[in-house]
Each structure stands twice: as structure tokens, then as C-alpha cells.
């Protein structure tokens, strides 16, 4: 069992940037690879970034690459999702997950554990 708590969020103006954080405890972290995922109301979960087990390989959806830069330290048991540049579409509850997988999965069923999320809303 792993537990994750989410922080981070809030409230910030369209170009401005926010950054997540996602906390483990439990089980030893670095056994997991990371992903962060959102849900907007009315909308599916989707896939926002992940990061290996070691750090050395991260993945990033098409929407959010260049913008988002995800990270992790074993060492203290957190990954931090950096978002730069944000845009009223990113506009949602931010959720982090932790997944047993090899590779960093994509998709949210893939993944085993789930924090509570943290809300990011961008005005215009």
C-alpha cells in the first residue's frame, strides 16, 4: 500500500505557472512509476504526465508538453509536476497516481494508487 497526498493547487491567471506535489508514503517509493493525471467536470480522467521508477524517462501529453515538466525524488518520496504557461484549458482537479508498471503507463486504469487531487483553476 502506498498513500499519496496532492498539493499545490489554486488559483492563477492564464500565462502564469503553478507547482504540484505529490507526497508518498507507505511502501518503498521508488518501486513505483508516476503519473499525474486531470479531470475537468463533464470530462474523462486524462493522462498528463508520467515518470519512470528512476527518474530517467518522463512522458508527456501533447497538450501539456513544453509547457509541464514532471520530477521526482526518491530520496524524499515526491514527484512535482511544474506547469508553465497555463491556459484556461488546463483548468481542473489534478490527481496523482502511483503504478506498479515497468514503463510508465498512460492510461488511469493501469495505475493501482490515487491521491485525492488538487484543484488548478486558470482564468482568462
Known amino acids: 500500500q502506498v498513500q499519496l497526498v496532492e498539493s499545490g493547487g489554486g488559483l492563477v491567471q492564464a500565462g502564469g505557472s503553478l507547482r504540484l506535489s505529490c507526497a508518498a508514503s507507505?511502501?518503498?517509493?521508488?518501486?513505483?512509476?508516476m503519473g499525474w493525471f486531470r479531470q475537468a467536470p463533464g470530462k474523462e480522467r486524462e493522462f498528463v504526465a508520467a515518470i519512470s521508477r528512476s527518474g530517467s524517462s518522463t512522458f508527456y501529453a501533447d497538450s501539456v508538453r513544453g509547457r509541464f515538466t514532471l520530477s521526482r525524488d526518491n530520496a524524499k518520496s515526491t514527484v512535482d509536476l511544474q506547469m508553465n504557461s497555463l491556459k484556461p484549458e488546463d483548468t481542473a482537479v489534478f490527481y496523482c497516481?502511483?503504478?506498479?508498471?515497468?514503463?510508465?503507463?498512460?492510461?488511469?486504469?493501469?495505475?493501482?494508487?490515487w491521491g485525492q487531487g488538487t484543484q488548478v483553476t486558470v482564468s482568462s
Open positions: 497516481a502511483a503504478g506498479n508498471a515497468l514503463i510508465p503507463p498512460t492510461t488511469p486504469g493501469k495505475y493501482n494508487y
Open positions: 507507505g511502501r518503498t517509493f521508488s518501486i513505483y512509476a
